[in-house]
């Protein structure tokens, strides 16, 4: 696929200098081709720099970047990359854009990209530490440069299928359109596609026996589901699932199992249940039963998976599918084999830097959608079906505040995992044309933020507050796990983990963590030790009472005692140095609700009936998760109903375009 822009879009709105680069103390220039003897200003007024090739060094996100700056007497030349340690996909766009910019407008003043806030600057102070030895007037280089004003003139497209967002749920519906024959636009307001799918560090859940006969099914797993049999059902649907259940565990039982027991059926009433009862049981059938499907089709398009499942944090079973990293991280594989596919096709064009921002209506029918570029040009795309996968609202705190009825305040000191585009944008225009919305109320915290993590799966982690000690089974509900340490000091408290999941510095989702040991990460810090009594002494815990908790937790996993908090999810002690811990708080995490769809993803008005050519899938959707979406159910959802989205949108365009 061509990637098409309808204008030439600026690479970053020049308007004022980053704060915070580094001074020529903190970050030492190396020259690395330089002239024998280097001219004083009074020898060359007039040349603003060496001529040189210079190295300069900046931290990031993922730690140390360095850069090689090219300059004559006059200008640069050129900025280079030379190592970097930032999260493949979502750094990209910085690491693509800032050296262009800096080099096309000679100029330091660059504002950062969005999304790419921690990359942007390391860039911008390499570059600095690079040239200011050697450059005679650096506040020559502090000063923006004037833009061009935008065209006015409207770019006017056409297609079958617009998706709206290029996200996991986009991509998917972008690739089972353009698979079904019909050709495909998508918009992504971001600099770069992936959005908060392309972040994640969390798993694929689907019912998957064959992954699971290497697992050994506990006795509090067969107590789980006993009880989830023992349940008052509350409508057809979930009496229907029980039924299911019991005659497939009773066949498991009766053959001798001992393997970790799943099917779609305990899925969904773990679903239902998990998010009491508020879901809607007909979406939640559709989901569970397509989840393993998810698995296969990214498996088509290139994606790898490692042996076995996990329980990823909040999942409640071990039915996380983890992909192999072999895109650098989790969310990348999640999204670089749909992109690799996309980018061959002719008929599929991806807009980056545009925002839809309405709806096109004609008789009620939805025929398109309008908007803006980055900067600044409006666009009108015309097309025979539209789908919305433009992500939910957390970052959005007014949105937040507007719809919140079950936390004391999601107000702007109340951070976000997700990335600066989750902002709502689908929900508005959905609303805006009389769609309706559902469980919008629901928003979920996650108990830790998104920086310091070293990976969603809980198996091996253990959260203790600034006392020393554990307080919630960790393989609990999210918002549960999110209420109980919003009661700790300071609503506060630390992931302490070890040797077993942080290998040579990386754990087992790709997260270079060793590089990000000391960094403020917007509060979140990691620590790192080679005895717990001196991860105890950094942290500023009580020593005795940490490597209590640790010895208790170590006995409730070789079997010896039983936690007294109910964990029942287990894999290695903590015991191999080196030892690590993560201070971390609550953040938003993942909006439930949203715009109501019917099984095929058709959109839905406020009287229930079909808005013909208007289709949602993933977080800009409700209706699946209830009110607490369980862990590694997202990334279910996005490729289940995108694939669904793309499917019924490619069929309605198809049967309404002319024949050849």
Known sequence: MKRFFAAAVCLCMLLSLLAGCASPAQQQAIPTAAPEETPQPSEAPTALFVPGTYEGTGTGFGGELK???????????????????????????????????????????????????????????????????????????????????????????????VVIGAGGAGLSAATEAVEAGASVIVLEKMPAIGGNTIRAGSALNAADPERQKSIEMTDLERETIKGILAAEPR???????????????????????TYLFDSPSLHKLQTYMGGDY??????????????????????????????????????????SHNPQLIYGSKGATFIYPLRDFLERQEDCQIFVDHKAEHLIMDNGVCTGVSGTTTDGQPFVVSAL?????????????????????????????????????????????????????????????????????PQAAIDNQIFVNKEGERFINEDNRRDVMAAEALKQTDSTFFLIYDGHIIVDGVSQTGNKMDERVGQDLDGEMIYKADTLEDLATQIGVPYEALQKTVDDFNACVDGSAADPLGRSLYDQKIDKAPFYASKTFPVVHHTMGGIEINPSTEVLDGAGNVIPGLYAAGETTGGVHGSNRLGGNAIADIFVFGRIAGQSAAAQALSLAPAA
């Open 235 to 257: 409508d057809d649907y979930m009496a229907q699932w029980q039924k299911t259940l019991s005659e497939e565990f009773s066949a498991y039982e009766a053959a001798g199992s």
């Open 385 to 453: 079906s539209v789908v919305i996968a433009a992500g939910g609202f957390s970052a959005n705190v007014e949105m937040r505040e507007q719809y919140n009825k079950h936390w004391a305040t999601l107000n702007e000191n109340v951070g976000t995992s997700n990335h600066p585009g989750a902002t709502g944008d689908g929900i508005t225009m959905a609303l805006e044309i009389g769609a309706n919305l559902v469980g919008m109320e629901w928003i979920q915290l996650t108990p830790w933020g998104s920086k310091a993590i």
């Open 67 to 161: 850069v090689s700056v090219e300059v004559d007497e006059a200008s640069i030349l050129s900025v280079t990359i030379l190592e970097n340690r930032e999260t493949a996909g979502v750094a990209d766009p910085a690491l693509e854009k800032i050296p262009a910019a800096i080099v096309e407008n000679q100029t330091l003043a660059i504002d950062a990209i969005s999304g790419c806030t921690f990359a942007s600057k390391a860039i911008l102070d390499a570059v600095t530490a690079a040239l200011t030895p050697v450059c005679s007037d650096m506040n020559a280089l502090q000063e923006a440069v004037k833009q061009d004003a935008a065209s006015s003139e409207t770019i006017e497209l056409s297609t079958d299928v």
């Open 278 to 319: 508020v879901g809607n049981p007909e979406i939640i059938d559709v989901f569970c039963d397509n989840a393993l499907a998810g698995v296969e089709f990214l498996s088509k398009y290139g994606a790898l998976w490692q042996d076995g499942v996990t329980a990823a944090m909040g999942a409640t079973w071990k039915r």
